[in-house]
């Protein structure tokens, strides 16, 4: 089985835009949530997704929104982007069981 | 607030030596306990304890959970340089708002 993959791979933004990042979950995984990875604050949990409605939400404000589609493909936006919000964004997928499946990430940077 | 820590944060070892990685936990409604290993990019799952007591064995790694002490343990023998990686642990709560929770990870970096 291909593995969960994440568009793109690296993303240059300038503060004040806006960003969508992309994850293909493994095929027949219904589940997927997003983190934020930062060398101060490590893995942080930002929402989790299953069959298209948002099941969980972390601490995050609300210029950090998601979806996800009925073939279980999920976008993430980050509007009015920050200095702050340069990170390792990580999208895993599961099949509803507790195992999470991580992708290879996308490195936004924000200047 | 869910809240995992590891430790030690970093660690220079030896090839050959034996690590102890430990992770504690105060979780509101435990569910499980879950380890991951990371290089470059992405976390690789490594074990999922959900039992106290029972090790969990994958070639030279294993993970034991104390649900009484609210901690884990992962072992790492005979370590190699492949095994340089940050470790993180996470634990999952149950309920309508499951989540994984992550400590930051102990860095381990094996030497010649």
């Known amino acids: 089985k291909a593995g969960v993959t994440q568009t793109p791979r690296y993303l240059i933004k300038t503060r004040g835009q806006q960003v969508t990042l992309s994850c293909s979950p493994i095929s027949g995984h219904r589940s997927v949530s997003w983190y934020q990875q930062t060398p101060g604050q490590g893995l942080q949990f930002l929402f989790e997704y299953f069959s298209e409605t948002q099941r969980n939400k972390g601490n995050f404000p609300g210029r950090f929104s998601g979806r996800q589609f009925s073939n279980s493909r999920s976008e993430m936006n980050v509007s009015t982007l920050e200095l702050g919000d340069s990170a390792l964004y990580l999208c895993?997928?599961?099949?509803?069981?507790?195992?999470?499946?991580f992708g290879p990430g996308t490195r936004l940077t924000v200047l | 607030e869910d809240k995992v820590v590891q430790s030690p944060l970093s660690l220079v070892v030896h090839e050959g030596d034996t690590v102890t990685l430990n992770c504690s936990y105060e979780v509101t409604n435990f569910r499980s306990l879950l380890w991951y290993k990371q290089e470059k990019k992405a976390p690789t799952f490594l074990f999922m304890l959900?039992?106290?007591?029972i090790e969990k064995k994958s070639g030279r790694l294993s993970s034991i959970l104390d649900k009484k002490e609210l901690f884990s343990i992962l072992n790492i023998t005979a370590t190699q340089t492949g095994d340089s990686a940050i470790y993180l642990c996470a634990v999952y709560n149950t309920g309508t708002a499951s989540k994984l929770t992550f400590g930051t990870g102990t860095r381990l970096q094996v030497t010649l």
């Open positions: 895993a997928s599961s099949s509803g069981m507790d195992t999470q499946y």
């Open positions: 959900t039992s106290s007591g």
